[in-house]
């Protein structure tokens, strides 16, 4: 389990970073963009190796319909972290679209998964999120919506999230469970 904690710190805290040492992170300058990257995909690949490597120790016991509902909302999800908040209209309005579907896609994952090793990613992920969005409006509290897309930039985005669907659901099939019913 210490595997996945370390992870999910080496997630947050270069995320964080930016807002809450502005000047610290202004003095890495560009070298700072590719350390973050640099640890950031460390993150990913510390979290999958914790998360594999954690005891199976089960906390409840998901009925079947959540499969349904999760997928539903991971492709909100999708949507939501697709350019369509940027150029269509339904989510024009929305302040952290990106940040909001993916706690929305944490969420989802802790709704089929009741494991505790799940709960620690999934609910970690989910709290990092909140926090991100939280101390982001606590730096930068003014805040101007886009002006809105067109609806049919909405479609063109949700086809597109429908196809994203069913692709990484073809690729978390190859690396871990399959994610439809059936």
Known sequence: MFLLVLGLALWAVPHLFKRLHPEA???LGDK???????VLLLSIVVMVLGYKAAPLVDVWFPPSWTLHLNNLMVL?????????PKKGRLL???????????????LAHLLVNGDL????????????????MAVINRAEPAW???APGS??????????SLVLLAVIGWIHGLVGPWPFPG
């Open 25 to 27: 992170r202004a003095r």
């Open 144 to 146: 101007t919506a886009p």
């Open 76 to 84: 909100v999800a999708i949507f939501m972290m697709s350019p369509a």
């Open 117 to 132: 090793a799940s709960i620690v990613l999934f609910g970690g992920l989910l709290l990092w999120a909140l926090a991100e």
């Open 32 to 38: 700072g963009k590719g350390l973050v990257a640099v």
């Open 92 to 106: 024009s309005g929305m302040r952290h679209p990106m940040l909001a579907g993916f706690s929305l896609w944490a």
């Open 151 to 160: 609806y049919g930039k909405d479609a063109m985005f949700f086809v597109a």
